[in-house]
C-alpha cells in the first residue's frame, strides 16, 4: 500500500509556471508507475502525464505536451509535475495517482490516489 501527498499548488497567472510534488509512503515507490491527473469543475478526471517505474519513459495528454514534464526521484519516494506557460484552462484540482498497471493513461488503473491540491490560472 503507498499513501500519496500532493503539494505545490497555487494562483498563478496565465504564461507562468509551477511545480507540483507528490511525496508517497512506504519502500515500495519504484514498483508503481506513477501518473497526474486533473479534474476542473463539472468535469470529469482526465489524464496528464505519467511516469515508469525507473523514469525512463513518459506519456502525456496532447493538451499538456511541450508545457508539462514529469519526473522522479525513486530515493525520495517523490514524483514532480513541472508545468510552464499555464494557461486558464489548466485551471483544476491535481491529483497525483499509482498504479502497478499497464493503462496508464486510464483513471481506472490506478489503485492509489492522493488528496490533491489547487492549481488556479488566472488571465
Known amino acids: 500500500q503507498v499513501q500519496l501527498v500532493e503539494s505545490g499548488g497555487g494562483l498563478v497567472q496565465a504564461g507562468g509556471s509551477l511545480r507540483l510534488s507528490c511525496a508517497a509512503s512506504g519502500r515500495t515507490f519504484s514498483s508503481y508507475t506513477m501518473g497526474w491527473f486533473r479534474q476542473a469543475p463539472g468535469k470529469e478526471r482526465e489524464f496528464v502525464a505519467a511516469v515508469s517505474r525507473r523514469g525512463f519513459n513518459t506519456y502525456y495528454a496532447d493538451s499538456v505536451k511541450g508545457r508539462f514534464t514529469i519526473s522522479r526521484d525513486n530515493a525520495k519516494n517523490t514524483v514532480y509535475l513541472q508545468m510552464n506557460r499555464l494557461k486558464p484552462e489548466d485551471t483544476a484540482v491535481y491529483y497525483c495517482?499509482?498504479?502497478?498497471?499497464?493503462?496508464?493513461?486510464?483513471?481506472?488503473?490506478?489503485?492509489?490516489w492522493g488528496q490533491g491540491t489547487q492549481v488556479t490560472v488566472s488571465s
Open positions: 495517482a499509482a498504479t502497478v498497471g499497464i493503462a496508464v493513461t486510464s483513471k481506472y488503473e490506478y489503485n492509489y
